[in-house]
């Protein structure tokens, strides 16, 4: 893995044709490659593409995976937002498919993928989640794939069903999932991660990647840029710092600056 810190903007495309809020795949991509070309404009690393607007989400387990129209919309859209940025992609298929987001991966070319719960069990707003993380190995392989799985370690919007010492918790998913890199984030979609708890897991997996999956912005970034090996941010780049409105391209840039390279 590269040893530059990779400052991803987070594209969270509107509902696809199953979910219940869907209104038409034009405006989707649309609005996902504006997005898009102001995080380039902003002169981030890349971009990471979710299906965020599908909420309620499926579970994205083997015996509840998400709809077809899924991977086949987060590709497009991938695919649009490459034409138009030339940025290099992650995919993250919400809430925990691992196995679409793989194979969005393999077909549009993707550098990473997000997995929200690579191994353990949480309790979710879509009920309990466990982690399939040899499935999802054994796929990249078939696949003869590089891409790189980024996973959470407690994330957000969960909780873990057994509670283990966090310095045992990160060292396993580092040591014993797969995982290319460990995803740090605070409670809640745009929430900050304490400073303490990054500090914590960097003591726990020295010279294992960390990045920050949410919550970084202009106004923590001196603490907690220089402590992780790249970044995921959506919300404070948003119009008011709200997650559904669009990138405004001032504090994408505003965010920039205050994470050099």
């Not at 990045?211 to 220089?226: F, H, M, V």
């Amino acid at each position: 893995m590269t040893t530059k810190r990779q400052l991803l903007g987070v594209v969270h495309l509107g509902a696809l044709p199953s979910a219940a809020r869907h209104r038409s795949m034009a405006e989707v991509l649309d609005a996902a490659v504006r997005d898009g070309e102001a995080f380039a404009v902003a002169d981030f690393d890349g971009l990471v593409v979710e299906n965020f607007g599908d909420s309620p989400f499926h579970r994205g387990t083997a015996d509840d995976p998400v709809p077809p129209d899924v991977p086949a919309g987060l590709a497009i859209a991938a695919d649009r937002l490459q034409r138009a940025t030339g940025l290099p992609l992650a995919i993250n298929c919400l809430r925990n498919d691992g196995m679409a987001a793989l194979g969005v991966a393999a077909v549009t070319g993707a550098r990473w993928v997000r997995v929200n719960v690579l191994s353990g069990a949480y309790v979710t707003d879509q009920g309990l989640i466990q982690g399939e993380a040899a499935r999802l190995l054994g796929y990249r392989r078939r696949l003869g794939s590089d891409t790189l799985i980024l996973a959470d370690l407690f994330v957000k919007h969960a909780e873990p069903l057994a509670r283990f010492e966090l310095r045992d918790a990160a060292r396993d998913l580092a040591e014993r999932s797969g995982a290319d890199g460990l995803v740090l984030s605070g409670s809640r979609t745009g929430a900050p991660v304490d400073v303490s708890f990054v500090d914590e897991v960097r003591a726990a997996v020295a010279g294992f990647p960390i990045w920050i999956g949410s919550g970084l912005g202009g106004d923590n970034a001196d603490e907690l840029w220089p402590r992780c090996d790249g970044a995921i941010v959506g919300t404070w780049c948003k119009r008011g710092g709200v997650a559904i409105a669009p990138v405004d391209p001032e504090r994408a840039r505003r965010l920039r600056a205050a994470c050099p390279r």
